[in-house]
């Protein structure tokens, strides 16, 4: 099998922080044949279009993508379809990355910096299963119209059954590996699109006898997030509530820094991304924390290439370098020891 990686730094820290992810997988000697190219605004300034035809060809021609982060206040002023943004949403959709994977571990050494009481997070382990090319974020028609005299915007959720099946099946097929538990999310109180979204959801139970499937309100989870989180082992969600409740979910951790992405395909083609934004406060001076980066590298390895072992290598030795006291400024306690972002890097290519 080829081993290309498309590695797309982006905006903000995130050439720091893939540099170190980089330097991890070179580090392993797999034989990944790594190329680069622009996203968002750094392909916004270059070319005007944040996902320039040369990133297209190069990403669809990858088994996988690397990507750091998009976005800044920068290209905050900049129309609709020139912003960042679009250049990940394009991405996404363009190479039909319809599952995004975003657990929330607590690593027991970062337990004083979620703002739960420890005997409420100590142990936390959810993945969060959330559908990423459809919903309210692509629905059809969208837009900020005149109509009657007044200014009026307007946007479509909408799910097919399709749709709905195949993010489902990731779901139940993961909480097989884990816990054997799914929560499925919707408002089905309200919206029909996800009265659609818990049926289909039922109809799949037979196909996994061996996974109890629950159901939430979307309202409901967000609390529960926060009361009781270890409760839950899968949760599945559409677009839009899995982007807010996966934000949610990573600040139990303390440590959005932490917390490593998949995006992937039916293929296991798989765009890598850390949950964390481009952090342009922060930018080139060092300060960034590269972990959820390195983590997203050991995904790519794990659901791209299948090398669990090479997988479980980095994990490790992103504990080891928690465990011997290396910190970078958002997981920093007194007692620890502070490094940069290259220092970080570093230690964990020592740890390998
Ligand atoms: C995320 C981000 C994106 C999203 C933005 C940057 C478009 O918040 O990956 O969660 O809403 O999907
Ligand atoms: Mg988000």
Not at 50 to 69: F, S, W
Not at 128 to 148: H, K, N, S
């Amino acid at each position: 099998m080829s081993k290309k990686v498309c590695v797309l730094p982006g905006d903000g820290i995130g050439p720091e922080i893939t540099a170190e992810a980089v330097r991890v997988l070179n580090a392993l000697n797999l034989g990944f044949e790594l190329e680069s190219a622009l996203l968002g605004g750094a392909a916004v300034d270059a070319t005007g279009n944040p996902y320039p035809e040369a990133t297209q060809k190069l990403a669809r021609e990858a088994d996988a993508v690397l990507l750091g982060a998009v976005g800044g206040p920068k290209w905050d002023g900049l129309p609709r379809e020139q912003r960042p943004e679009r250049g990940l949403l394009g991405i996404r959709k363009d190479l039909n990355l319809f599952a995004n994977l975003r657990p929330a571990i607590l690593y027991p050494e970062l337990a004083n910096a979620s703002s739960l009481k420890p005997e409420v997070v100590s142990g936390l382990d959810i993945l969060i299963v959330r559908e990423l090319t459809g919903d309210i974020y692509f629905g059809q028609p969208r837009g900020i119209e005149m109509r009657a005299g007044e200014r009026f915007g307007f946007n479509t959720m909408h799910y097919t059954e399709s749709e709905i099946r195949r993010i489902g099946r990731v779901a139940f097929e993961a909480a097989q590996k884990r816990g054997k538990k799914v929560c499925s999310v919707d408002k089905m109180n309200v919206l029909e699109t996800t009265q659609l979204w818990r049926d289909v959801m039922n109809e799949l139970v037979p196909e996994y006898p061996d996974v109890e499937l629950s159901h939430m309100l979307v309202d409901n989870a967000a609390m529960q997030l926060v009361r009781a989180p270890k409760q839950f082992d899968v949760l599945v969600t559409g677009n839009m509530f899995g982007d807010i409740l996966s934000d949610e979910a990573s600040m139990l951790t303390g440590s959005i820094g932490m917390l490593p992405s998949a995006s992937l395909d039916a293929r296991n083609k798989g765009l890598y991304e850390p949950s964390h934004g481009s952090a342009p406060d922060i930018a080139g001076k060092n300060l960034a924390n590269p972990l959820a980066t390195i983590l997203s590298a050991a995904m790519l390895l794990r659901y791209t290439f299948a090398l669990e072992d090479a997988a479980r290598q980095v994990e490790n030795a992103v504990k080891k370098v928690l465990a011997q006291g290396y910190r970078t400024g958002d997981i920093f306690e007194a007692g620890t020891r502070k490094v940069g972002t290259r220092e970080m890097g570093d230690a964990v290519l020592a740890a390998l």
